[in-house]
């Protein structure tokens, strides 16, 4: 059976979903009264099975990551769903570099009607529907992973290219900033050369003056005798 967009407002595809959030109400409903939340089942649910790795993402019916994943071991420690034993099975705390969580033997049995109870609410949620009717239901929720798994790609690559258009921006600013550096710099190392040269001017005048005081006065020249009229031979 395939779903199309015109089909959202038939009879049965509303009360399909109508029967999804309501189950998804009681579901809530059934896990709060265990202090428990439909994320901390998920990962309480894989440690009783042994599924869940500490440090690694685990991929259920929601994706829970590392950070995650030890913000709900930490709760659960705390409520006592779960204990923490080391690489030899010894008892241990969280602490643990290697400690890995376990459902207690005290648990098991707790554990185990509230995944009997889900189930029970499970059957009770569909019972109503016919053969058909629950196949348009597997078929709708079929094509909602569909749609959330291409909006999932689709995100992953506007980050990816985000990421690189971030990059090349980061590029240029840093050459702009490179290319006006580069005239202050000459005019400074210009500035730096006058300097350098007036100083050396500085020292060589100094160092003259220095000398012309060690001698001491240069002597007089003697005073040029002038010539008189006088003294010039007669012509007869």
């Known amino acids: 059976m395939t779903l199309h967009r015109s089909d959202a407002g038939e009879p049965t595809i509303v009360a399909l979903v109508e029967a999804m959030k309501a189950w998804q109400r009681a579901l809530d409903t059934t896990l709060s009264t265990s202090g428990l939340t439909y994320v901390k089942w998920i990962l309480l649910r894989a440690v009783a099975r042994g599924d869940y790795v500490r440090h690694q993402p685990y991929l259920g019916a929601i994706l829970i990551d590392v950070e995650m994943g030890e913000h709900l071991l930490a709760e659960l420690h705390r409520d006592r769903w779960i204990g923490f034993v080391d690489g030899a099975g010894m008892t241990c705390g969280p602490a643990l570099p290697e400690a890995q969580p376990v459902v207690p033997e005290a648990e098991r049995a707790r554990v185990q009607r509230i995944a009997q ?101 240069m002597p007089a020249r003697p005073a040029r005798r002038k010539s008189s009229p006088t003294s010039l031979p007669c012509r007869s």
Request: no cysteine; aromatic share 2%.
């Open 117 to 217: 109870s889900i189930k029970a609410l499970h059957s009770v949620s569909v019972s109503p529907f016919s053969s058909d009717e629950r196949t348009m239901l597997s078929t709708l929720l079929q094509r909602m992973q569909v749609n959330l798994n291409e909006f999932s790609d689709r995100r992953d690559v506007q980050r990816a290219e985000a990421g690189g258009e971030e990059i090349a921006l980061i590029r240029a600013h840093a050459m702009l900033g490179a290319s006006a550096r580069s005239p202050k710099a000459s005019h400074s190392a210009n500035a730096s050369t006058s300097h350098e040269r007036a100083a050396k001017a500085s020292i060589a005048v100094a160092s003259v003056a220095g000398k012309a005081a060690d001698r001491g006065p």
